[in-house]
Every structure is written in C-alpha cells, then in structure tokens.
C-alpha cells in the first residue's frame, strides 16, 4: 500500500493529531491489530470477521513475473494453460490462496516473495502475485504480464470492531473520500428531509392553496380544489354587495 494520500489529508485536517504508518507484511497485519500496535491496517480480504471489521476497497489484477527475454514478455495477457510447463514459484507468503497452483512445482518454496523475485531474476522459474507486490519488488530485468484466470486478492480497510473509537471513524472518511464537510453515516437528501418536515395545519375558514389544473381531489369529492363544488365562475370569487333582482 502506499497511503501516503490519505496521510496528507489527514495531516491537513488533524494537525494536532500525529498519524504514524507502520510497514508490515500482509501476513503480520492482523498480529500487529489484535496487539493494539495500530489502530487500522490494510490488509489482504479474507479477516476473522468475528473480530475484525472492514472496508473493502479494490481487487488486484494477478500477474506472472518473468525475465524481459522470457517468451511470456511478447504477449499482453497470459493464462494459467500457458504455465503448465513452467516451474512457478509458490512462495510460503503467497496470499493468492491458490486450489491448485499453476505450472510445475519448484524443487522447495521460498521463504518469501522477495527471495522468489530473486529466483525468478536468475531464470530458475517464474511468480504468480497480485500486480501491486510486481512493482514492489520491481527490478529492471525483469517484467510482468496479467494472468487473466487466476485466483484475485482484495485489499480492504481493516480494524478491531470493538476498538472502533471517533478517530479511527475519522480516517475511514478519508478512505472513503468523503469531504471535510461530510458527516458520518447517511445523511437524507434535501428533497428527503423536507418530506419528513411535518406539515403546518391551515386554521379553519382559511382559502386552500393554488392547486394546478387536474391534480389532487377537493372536499366531498370534489376536483380542482373548489369548496362546496362552485363551477367555473365560482372560482373566481364571490362579489359582494346586494344581489341583483330579476325583473
């Protein structure tokens, strides 16, 4: 991971709180939670999720390693059918969690991606990692291609559920994007919030409001909002003064 983002935005809204990152490997991360040495990490999904909470965030394109004179180097993508006469190294970190892995099995597992990188550097085999750990131990004679059919891992927010404190609520935001104005949890639209405004009550006798032409219904059954089911001249008013007598 490089969080350095997400660290810059924090800096920037929490100056008086320090953020410190901690580099470890996908393996430690949960080690280095549960022992309270950090309050979140990024980590590699599946987490015990009877202790953990977590935020997935991206899945990883899978790749194979190879040398740049390896005959892999001339095609975009790769599949695992195109390793099967290949040694691949399955080093004992690997966090792809692999039913059966691809091509023929080296004599002994490496201790590490790194010491696999190496080995795959002096054309012993080749590595199958996320594309992320690729650029980490990225070397200039040595490239990788994607492996479209292989198992994928995700990455996700990670930290103890019941250590779940404001700040650490604060640095998920970040994650997340969300702004500094942004409040925790889901805020209701406008449109939303002003349905559930409660509605003022007219006092007795008062005229109803405009009502365009066809919609809603009146009193007793009436249309167009008209009281006591006046016509067309009643609607616009009464006059007042004396009524007029018919000779």
């Known amino acids: 991971m490089t969080p350095s983002k997400w660290a810059r935005i ?3 809204r929490y ?23 950090a309050d979140a990490g990024f980590v590699r999904l599946p987490v015990d999720r009877t202790v953990f909470s977590a935020i997935p965030l ?7 390693v ?11 993508e790769v599949t695992v059918e195109d390793l099967a006469d290949e040694v691949v190294f399955h080093p004992l970190d690997d966090v792809l969690g692999w039913e059966r892995t691809p091509g023929q099995a080296a004599f002994e597992r490496p201790a590490t991606t790194a010491d696999a990188v ?14 992320s750990l690729a650029r980490l131990h990225h070397r200039k004679d040595l490239t990788y291609r994607p492996l479209v059919d292989a198992p994928q891992s995700s990455v996700a927010l990670s930290w103890p559920e019941e250590a779940t404190t404001d700040l650490v609520e604060d640095f998920i935001g970040i994650v997340r994007g ?3 104005n942004s409040t925790r949890g889901r805020t209701p639209s406008q449109p939303q919030a002003a349905a559930e405004q409660p509605k003022r009550r007219r006092p007795e006798g008062a005229g109803s409001p405009r ?6 219904r009146g009193q007793r059954g009436g249309s167009g909002g008209a009281k006591g089911g006046q016509g067309a001249k009643g609607a616009k008013g009464v006059r007042r003064g004396k009524p007029r007598r018919r000779s």
């Open 10 to 12: 924090w800096d920037e």
């Open 15 to 37: 100056p008086d709180v320090p953020l410190t990152l901690l580099s470890v490997t996908a393996a430690e991360v949960a080690d280095t939670l549960r022992a309270g040495d």
């Open 58 to 64: 991206y899945t990883e394109t899978t790749v194979v």
């Open 66 to 76: 190879v040398p740049k004179d390896h005959v892999v180097a001339a095609v975009d």
């Open 118 to 131: 190496e080995l795959v550097a002096a054309g012993v085999g080749l590595l199958v990692v996320p594309q």
């Open 178 to 180: 969300r702004t500094v």
């Open 211 to 216: 009502r365009q032409s066809g919609t809603g």
